[in-house]
């Protein structure tokens, strides 16, 4: 079995940064890519960030330039850094598999971004 948790999240105020945080209960970055998704009130969840199993990552139009995603394999953790907020990053965030698995889904970590 998998658990993934997240963690991180908080209040900041706009332009302010954050770092998340997911910690996976066994080592399976070797075999799935990771990602970061996020669903904001009102909204769909949307994924904004993969990092693929070599390492490679991918980010939505949304976030690029001001989201990095990255992971310590020895630690089982994938971490997502938030730079340069933005209100419309409020949401929850979520650490999944990409594509997701069903079973994999946390408790996600809220950001709230003030203006």
């Known amino acids: 079995q998998v658990q993934l948790v997240e963690s991180g999240g908080g209040l900041v105020q706009a332009g302010g940064s954050l770092r998340l945080s997911c910690a996976a209960s066994?080592?399976?970055?070797?075999?799935?890519?990771m990602g970061w998704y996020r669903q904001g009130p009102g909204k769909q969840r949307e994924l904004v960030t993969v990092?693929?199993?070599?390492?490679?990552?991918n980010y939505a139009d949304s976030v690029k330039g001001r989201f990095t995603i990255s992971r310590d394999s020895a630690k089982n953790t994938v971490y997502l850094q938030m730079n340069s907020l933005k209100p419309e990053d409020t949401a929850v965030y979520y650490c999944?598999?990409?594509?997701?698995?069903?079973?994999?889904w946390g408790q996600g970590t809220q950001v709230t971004v003030s203006s």
């Open positions: 999944n598999a990409a594509p997701p698995r069903d079973d994999y």
């Open positions: 066994g080592s399976i970055f070797g075999i799935y890519a």
């Open positions: 990092i693929s199993k070599d390492g490679g990552t």
